[in-house]
């Protein structure tokens, strides 16, 4: 059973916007920055990893876009 190549598709343009949010999180200012470590959680990490995280996301959704589009980068047997 295949899976549609649509699904791949919305997965990847949801992940490509987290990303982007994420990558939107590491612009934040010294206040904005000292605010959210207090809160903790999700936003009281260090703005690089905000920023590297958001990077990796951007090339996860980018390669299931280009699934969705039919061309296969890793062929499993």
């Given at each position: 059973m295949r899976i549609?190549?649509?699904?791949f598709g919305a997965?990847?343009?949801l992940v490509i916007v987290f990303g982007?949010?994420?990558?939107r999180?590491?612009?934040?200012?010294l206040e904005e920055d000292?605010?959210?470590k207090r809160r903790g959680g999700l936003y009281g990490v260090n703005r690089r990893t905000h920023l590297l995280i958001g990077c990796l996301y951007l090339?996860?959704?980018a390669y299931l876009?280009?699934?969705a589009f039919?061309?296969?980068l890793v062929r499993f047997r």
């Amino acid at each position: 059973m295949r899976i549609p190549s649509w699904i791949f598709g919305a997965i990847g343009a949801l992940v490509i916007v987290f990303g982007i949010w994420r990558i939107r999180l590491s612009r934040r200012n010294l206040e904005e920055d000292q605010a959210a470590k207090r809160r903790g959680g999700l936003y009281g990490v260090n703005r690089r990893t905000h920023l590297l995280i958001g990077c990796l996301y951007l090339l996860l959704g980018a390669y299931l876009l280009i699934e969705a589009f039919g061309i296969r980068l890793v062929r499993f047997r």
